[in-house]
């Protein structure tokens, strides 16, 4: 496939696996205390259509953005292709090329693995949304090297979830809570400093704009449905702009 294209058969599994296992998470509790096949059915494609938004609307931040800097940018399930530790001195470096029953395991999807176990666990309480990412194809510039800045690089996955802040604005605007509760649940998980996670990325890409985000998004999460949005996003703004100073002169600035 063109790799020009706006999406490739890679990205494309891989987004309907996260449309998929997101679904599960947040369908699988329908809220009822009896259980009928057609009413969580309905529910199900009821989440089903809105987790479809949140990732589409995730995907279109990190390519506009990508493609304002010149790159290319993919959603892909977080996942683990090998292992690797150090023991007695030797060093073990495996990728995962397993074949089970005829079928070929390149990859483990942990973050899905996880996200499901802690559903069935707390029966569809607990949504964890840690499952995908935003992988940067850096693609060369003359005159720019081999890659971007990287302070560039964390303004594509910064500009992947503002894409779910709207998202979170454009539910509650039109009383679709369940939709404001996926995508202020995919903000929030996405935001955790965690090998492969956008949080991830955004700390150790640009430690100062994760920290203004960080604040600002919890902030904005706990008053989205109380305050005036432009006075909600002036007081975010402002709260994460001062407690982004504070950290700067205590941590970075020396």
């Not at 496939?1 to 309907?16: A, D, G, V």
């Not at 009896?34 to 969580?40: D, E, H, P, R, S």
């Not at 150090?86 to 990859?107: C, Q, S």
Request: proline residues 2%; without cysteine.
């Amino acid at each position: 496939m063109n790799q020009k294209s706006l999406i490739s058969s890679r990205e494309l599994k891989h987004s309907l696996w996260v449309v998929i296992i997101l679904t599960l998470i947040f369908a699988f509790n329908d809220g009822r205390d009896t259980f009928m096949w057609g009413y969580w059915f309905g529910n199900f494609f009821s989440v089903l259509i809105l987790v479809a938004i949140t990732i589409l609307a995730h995907m279109i931040g990190a390519k506009l953005a990508a493609n304002k800097l010149g790159q290319e940018a993919e959603l892909e399930i977080v996942s683990a292709r090998g292992i690797k530790f150090n023991i007695l001195g030797a060093r073990i470096d495996e990728k995962f090329n397993w074949n089970i029953f005829g079928f070929k395991i390149r990859y483990i999807p942990f973050g899905a693995i996880i996200g499901l176990l802690f559903t069935l666990m707390s029966y569809g309480t607990f949504y964890l949304t840690a499952v995908s990412t935003i992988v940067v194809n850096k693609i060369p510039r003359i005159g720019k090297g081999f890659s971007i800045y990287e302070n560039k690089e964390a303004l594509i996955y910064f500009w992947a979830l503002v894409a779910n802040l709207i998202m979170v604005v454009f539910f509650n605007s039109i009383n679709v809570r369940m939709g404001v509760v996926i995508n202020s649940y995919f903000v929030l998980w996405n935001l955790l400093p965690m090998p492969g996670l956008l949080g991830s990325k955004i700390f150790f890409n640009n430690k100062t704009l994760y920290v203004f985000f960080l604040v600002f998004v919890i902030f904005f999460l706990l008053f989205v449905t109380k305050i005036n949005l432009i006075l909600l996003i002036i007081f975010a703004a402002i709260i994460a702009f001062l407690i982004m100073m504070l950290w700067f002169f205590k941590k970075e600035y020396k």
